[in-house]
């Protein structure tokens, strides 16, 4: 991240300025200790990720969005808090803020949920030291979902709302867990995640991208090799032949079926490929924030029919409610289930 003359000059008189008061000190899943703010007003989320989560716990605060929502979303979230501007993103992919854009928002807390790694604990020392803004990292892995809400409610004050979001999944995850130990390891279905237009790009085995497929017990065919996003052959997915295909991509999903060069896959020929919801954000990926929590049931219901016979309608309205503050309508609820975006 380079820093201009009137970066630093702007980073000189935020560093110059008196101390607000703090309230506590929050060790944050990297284990770095942060100076929380006493009033907590203004928070800049680093990323997709920190922008849901941080949404769903303190909508109130929350400065922005990395990328604007659209309009087939907005009708899914608060209507003065999913108007909020486009604010661009400090981290991953196509980073868009400069520390001049952050110090103009001068947020009380930037926030980013994700890897915990040396690189972004580089990053977020960086900016903290640069700007005087505390930044938090907080573990964006599935498996730290529960923990993270945790976390974000110290840091926050939010700690009673966090304990009650922290739950629900919590009792989610348990019950899925539960239920999917039942199935003996060699009778899960076998599933590929297409991505793109072609339906060839995938998680490899341990992506974020595929963690919660993962979770459900399927037996991901990329997953021989550890990894993130990668591109693979058609070839290649005869090869594996999946019983069962996840796609997140409506125009992949609307021509395989009559593409002959994929009639042979099982998938194909026995009608079992599933475009996941993705309203307001998606229930698989993309994101990988909290919003893949209801993907959870719906997963488990193309998994093993028998074994989740719950309501879809009747989770996602709940879901909605709780977390994203606006119930759907039957309507609503419907077009986010036939995975329209």
């Known amino acids: 991240?380079?820093?201009?003359?009137?970066?630093?000059?702007?980073?000189?008189?935020?560093?110059?300025?008196?101390?607000?008061?703090?309230?506590?000190?929050?060790?944050?899943?990297?284990?770095?200790?942060?100076?929380?703010?006493?009033?907590?007003?203004?928070?800049?989320?680093?990323?997709?990720?920190a922008a849901i989560q941080h949404y769903t716990l303190q909508p109130r605060s929350l400065l922005g969005w990395p990328r604007a929502n659209r309009s087939a979303e907005l009708p899914f979230l608060d209507p003065e808090i999913g108007a909020r501007p486009e604010i661009g993103r400090l981290t991953g992919r196509g980073n868009t803020t400069n520390l001049e854009t952050l110090l103009a928002l001068k947020p009380d807390l930037i926030l980013d949920i994700g890897s915990v790694a040396r690189t972004f604990v580089e990053?977020?020392?960086?900016?903290?030291?640069?700007?005087g803004i505390p930044y938090a990292l907080l573990d964006g892995r599935f498996d730290k979902?529960?923990?993270?809400?945790?976390?974000?409610?110290?840091?926050?004050?939010?700690?009673?709302?966090?304990?009650?979001?922290?739950?629900?999944?919590?009792?989610?995850i348990r019950t899925c867990r539960a239920r999917i130990a039942t199935v003996p390891v060699e009778k899960r279905p076998r599933v590929y995640y297409a991505r793109g237009p072609r339906g060839l790009?995938?998680?490899?085995?341990?992506?974020?991208?595929?963690?919660?497929?993962?979770?459900?017990g399927a037996a991901n065919v990329?997953?021989?090799?550890?990894?993130?996003?990668?591109?693979?052959?058609?070839?290649?997915?005869?090869?594996?032949?999946?019983?069962?295909?996840?796609?997140?991509?409506?125009?992949?999903?609307?021509?395989?079926?009559?593409?002959?060069?994929?009639?042979?896959?099982?998938a194909v020929r026995e009608g079992r490929v599933h475009l996941s919801p993705k309203l307001p954000f998606g229930w698989v990926d993309f994101p990988p924030a909290v919003n893949r929590?209801?993907?959870?049931?719906?997963?488990?219901?193309?998994?093993?029919?028998?074994?989740?016979?719950?309501?879809?309608?009747?989770?996602?309205?709940?879901?909605?409610?709780?977390?994203y503050h606006r119930v759907p309508d039957d309507?609503?609820?419907?077009?986010?289930?036939?995975?329209?975006g």
């Open 222 to 266: 990329a997953g021989g090799v550890r990894g993130g996003l990668a591109t693979v052959s058609l070839e290649q997915v005869l090869v594996w032949n999946p019983e069962v295909i996840i796609t997140i991509d409506q125009d992949f999903a609307a021509n395989v079926r009559n593409d002959p060069s994929w009639a042979a896959v099982a």
């Open 145 to 172: 979902l529960v923990e993270s809400y945790r976390l974000h409610g110290r840091l926050t004050g939010e700690t009673q709302r966090a304990e009650e979001l922290a739950r629900i999944c919590d009792d989610v």
């Open 201 to 216: 790009d995938t998680g490899l085995g341990g992506s974020i991208n595929v963690e919660t497929i993962e979770f459900m």
């Open 1 to 49: 991240m380079s820093l201009n003359r009137r970066t630093l000059l702007a980073a000189s008189a935020i560093l110059a300025m008196p101390h607000v008061a703090r309230a506590a000190t929050v060790t944050d899943g990297a284990g770095r200790v942060v100076n929380v703010p006493a009033r907590m007003e203004r928070v800049f989320p680093a990323g997709p990720p």
């Open 331 to 340: 309507a609503q609820i419907a077009a986010v289930l036939a995975g329209r």
């Open 293 to 323: 929590m209801p993907g959870l049931w719906w997963l488990g219901k193309i998994l093993y029919p028998a074994l989740f016979p719950e309501d879809l309608t009747a989770i996602t309205r709940d879901f909605y409610g709780r977390f």
């Open 123 to 131: 990053v977020a020392d960086r900016v903290a030291a640069q700007t």
